[in-house]
T-cell receptor
Framework: NAGVTQTPKFQVLKTGQSMTLQCAQD?????MYWYRQDPGMGLRLIYY???????DKGEVPNGYNVSRLNKREFSLRLESAAPSQTSVYFC????????????FGSGTRLTVV | KQEVTQIPAALSVPEGENLVLNCSFT??????LQWFRQDPGKGLTSLLL?????REQTSGRLNASLDKSSGRSTLYIAASQPGDSATYLC????????FGAGTTVTVRA
């Protein structure tokens, strides 16, 4: 029972490099989300996908792009990494029904130097 | 925009004491509220999910209450243990999940 799987777990990038964070869920959930967590600021929503084929901006989308590859997979891309994007990134999934809770992955710790 | 506040930011108690963690939110039009636990360097583990129509939810030593009209939720942990040491996050679902910054709990043996 994997739940939500994120790869990689750790990554160090140089300023200006690009990378893609991968997320996959095996719970047949319709909705998927990307959050970032910074000290003292809680988790903030970057992008979400309410259902396969749709994506929308969250609270802090600048500098990121997303792809909902299929129902299981939702990737987050940093085209030109900046030190301000140093953070812990979490992927989550949920059923589209509003009385459902969210399930989170274990996170990707990203450092941009 | 939903604002979620958790007070206190940190809490240290001796083993066996009951824990009371507070969460307040500004927009009462929520569908549900979820409490999570986060261990250092780890992901989020769901503890309790309270629907907007419910007043409380219980799981073992954990009890969470919800008062939508006053914009508050409280997580009670009975008879705390050192293994309860972690950061506890509350999150309001008003179609998107909005998080508080968390309360970091230390239970001293």
């Amino acid at each position: 029972n994997a739940g939500v799987t994120q790869t990689p777990k750790f990554q160090v990038l140089k300023t200006g490099q690009s990378m893609t964070l991968q997320c996959a869920q095996d719970m047949n959930h319709n909705s998927m989300y990307w959050y970032r967590q910074d000290p003292g600021m809680g988790l903030r929503l970057i992008y979400y996908s309410a259902s396969e084929g749709t994506t929308d901006k969250g609270e802090v989308p600048n500098g990121y792009n997303v792809s909902r590859l299929n129902k299981r997979e939702f990737s987050l891309r940093l085209e030109s990494a900046a030190p301000s994007q140093t953070s812990v990134y979490f992927c989550a999934s949920s059923e589209r029904k509003l009385n459902y809770g969210y399930t989170f992955g274990s996170g990707t710790r990203l450092t941009v130097v | 925009k939903q604002e979620v506040t958790q007070i206190p930011a940190a809490l240290s108690v001796p083993e066996g004491e009951n824990l009371v963690l507070n969460c307040s939110f500004t927009d009462s039009a929520i569908y549900n509220l979820q409490w999570f636990r986060q261990d250092p360097g780890k992901g989020l583990t769901s503890l309790l999910l309270i629907q907007s129509s419910q007043r409380e939810q219980t799981s073992g030593r954990l009890n969470a209450s919800l008062d939508k009209s006053s914009g508050r939720s409280t997580l009670y942990i009975a008879a705390s243990q050192p293994g309860d040491s972690a950061t506890y996050l509350c999150a309001c679902n008003d179609y998107k999940l909005s998080f508080g910054a968390g309360t970091t709990v230390t239970v001293r043996a």
